[in-house]
């Protein structure tokens, strides 16, 4: 009897966990304070005076075993004129879930401004394909019962993203997951969901003495199936030590704004970073609030970033959370 309970606990665990998993995509985090706004905007695909790669790590509850964690890795670059081409890589591992996917971005520029002035509109189309499973190799125990009711599936997605920069202003909006197809691997159908998300995010760059700026942001994020509601109150200063170092820091504070008191989300991000010439690295650590939290409530992520390809400086344009403008050689 009590086997058979373990069985039913396995079952109800691993469907229920697949089911979410299987019907969701990345969720949002705070990466794009990160200088890794094309992870979360696409629209910043080729926008910058170089091409960007970044690989980013993230471990969720670090103190639990089969603990969640996510492994992105993006490049873009810009080419032609106002064209960008990106891609993206991941890997999201929950427990005995996990799924990789691959996404492919082309974005356009139309510049509208000079060379020292920026205004610029940016619309991109990305479309992606990710391929989920469930493992039961590490289960405690076999049951022909728990193999027929485990499933695999896949599905495509697209996502919009349009930006528009005037100055040292910014405006993003990204509608997210707009054809998310699974298909099942029990009928062989494809099954239409709605997932779809959409991000506005809203920023300001102020600057001092051209080697200290200040930018003040905030991203709303609303799921249109649940009427999950968040937002995200950020703050981001930058220090240029010199030519080709500086250092920044970050704090942003996400709130649930929905109403549901019983999982009201409720989470405060520090993020740190430096960058040596060419070469980004930068540490975030997550710290949810509330009185409902798992384990010590703790989310680790590191990000590596490299810049490829620089162009000669007056054609350096911006860069998505530096406005290089502000800090160019007085010579």
Do not use: C
Not at 127 to 150: E, M
Request: proline share 3%; glycine share 6%.
């Amino acid at each position: 009897m009590n086997d058979l309970k373990k069985y039913l606990a396995i079952v109800i665990i691993a469907f229920s966990t697949f089911s979410l998993k299987a019907q969701g995509t990345l969720p949002i985090y705070s990466d794009y304070l990160s200088d890794n706004v094309f992870l979360v905007h696409p629209a910043a695909a080729g926008i910058g005076n170089s091409a960007k790669f970044r690989l980013t790590h993230r471990q969720q509850w670090s103190d639990n075993e089969d603990a969640p964690s996510l492994q992105t890795l993006t490049y873009h670059q810009g080419f032609g004129k106002g064209m960008a081409l990106g891609g993206m890589l991941f890997n999201d591992k929950n427990g005995y879930h996990s799924q990789l996917g691959v996404r492919a971005t082309y974005a356009y520029h139309l510049n509208f401004g000079r060379d020292d002035a920026l205004n610029q509109l940016s619309l991109s189309l990305s479309g992606s394909y990710v391929q989920n499973s469930l493992d039961q190799r590490s289960f405690t125990a076999y049951d022909p019962i728990i193999s027929q009711v485990i499933e695999s599936d896949h599905y495509v997605n697209a996502d919009f993203s349009a930006a528009y920069f005037n100055l040292d202003g910014y405006v993003y909006l990204t509608a997210k997951n707009l054809l998310l197809n699974t298909k099942n691997s029990v009928d062989n159908n494809y099954n239409s969901l709605n997932l779809r998300t959409y991000l506005l995010n809203m920023g300001y760059f102020f600057g001092w003495e051209k080697r200290f700026q200040v930018e003040p942001s905030v991203m709303l994020q609303y799921v249109e199936k649940t009427g999950e509601f968040n937002v995200d109150l950020n703050a981001k200063v930058y220090k240029l030590l010199d030519r080709n170092k500086r250092i920044w820091f970050a704090l942003s504070y996400r709130q649930s704004l929905d109403g549901n008191k019983l999982q009201e989300l409720s989470q405060l991000t520090p993020i740190a970073g430096f960058e040596i010439d060419r070469y980004l690295l930068s540490y975030t650590y997550t710290h949810q609030l509330g009185n409902v939290t798992f384990a010590n409530g703790g989310f680790h992520q590191f990000t590596l970033g490299i810049n490829l390809f620089n162009k000669r400086p007056k054609d350096q344009g911006y860069i998505p959370r530096f406005n290089p403008f502000l800090f160019k050689n007085d010579n």
